[in-house]
């Protein structure tokens, strides 16, 4: 059975950082590629980053330069370190894993941290 478990939301201030994570099992892990996408109240759910087998990455432009994402494939985990977050950064964060050749929206999904940046 595949699960995905993201840990780490919270309430963070303006300004501030954080570190969520999402533990795979159930997969081998070090063959998927793997993302963070992210839906906020009323909207869609959007790519933040994601992060290929070989450990390239893709990020969204408005996480450029703001978020890493990383993997440890021993540990079957992929972290996304979130700095300077802004309001706007407030959503469900949800991890995905992917086969080579699927679609991230085919793939397997979390079941979502909360993200919640405010004074």
């Known amino acids: 059975q595949v699960q995905l478990v993201e840990s780490g939301g919270g309430l963070v201030q303006p300004g501030g950082s954080l570190r969520i994570s999402c533990a795979a099992s159930g997969i081998f892990f070090r063959i998927y590629g793997m993302g963070w996408y992210r839906q906020a109240p009323g909207k869609q759910r959007e790519l933040v980053a994601t992060?290929?087998?070989?450990?390239?990455?893709n990020y969204a432009d408005s996480v450029k330069g703001r978020f890493t994402i990383s993997r440890d494939n021993a540990k079957k985990t992929v972290y996304l370190q979130m700095n300077s977050l802004k309001p706007e950064d407030t959503a469900v964060y949800y991890c995905?894993?992917?086969?080579?050749?699927?679609?991230?929206?085919?793939?397997?999904w979390g079941q979502g941290t909360q993200v919640t940046v405010s004074s």
């Open positions: 995905n894993a992917a086969a080579s050749g699927t679609r991230p929206v085919d793939g397997y």
């Open positions: 992060i290929t087998s070989g450990g390239g990455t």
